[in-house]
């Protein structure tokens, strides 16, 4: 039987700020969510290189909430890392879900906004 490959989920444009920091490590950084999925997302940070496999938390502050997902490095570069949640329970999922709906209803509404601008300048 045949192994089905894994293919990433499709990510979602964005930037944000968030602490990490390594899961045994005591000093959190800050670093910036490029894109996100709900599998994962890319963390560009100015910390040395993870190894894959490394383990750290990020802090997600989304609509006045703040939570600590945990994730593990799957891949990193001198531009940041590549990193896959593990989510703990629902609220880890649903916290990034609900980044992702702020994220694009917020474009949804910019899309809306200078389309209107557009009709009136035609």
């Not at 940070?45 to 990020?58: I, N, P």
């Not at 809306?112 to 009709?119: A, P, Q, R, T, V």
Request: overall charge neutral; glycine content about 10%.
């Amino acid at each position: 039987m045949k192994s089905e490959e894994q293919v990433p989920q499709p990510r979602i444009p964005l930037k944000l700020d968030v602490d990490f920091r390594r899961s045994y490590g005591r000093n959190a950084a800050v670093g910036v969510l490029k894109n996100i999925s709900l599998s994962g997302a890319f963390l560009e940070h100015e910390m040395e290189a993870f190894g894959a496999g490394d383990k750290v938390q990020v802090t997600f502050k989304v609509g006045g909430r703040a939570r600590k997902v945990n994730a593990q490095v799957i891949w990193s570069n001198s531009e940041g890392s590549g990193i896959k949640f593990l989510p703990s329970n629902g609220r880890d999922v649903q916290i990034v879900d609900d980044l992702m709906y702020f994220v694009e209803s917020g474009r949804e509404d910019r899309r809306s906004l200078l389309g209107d601008i557009f009709k009136e300048t035609a």
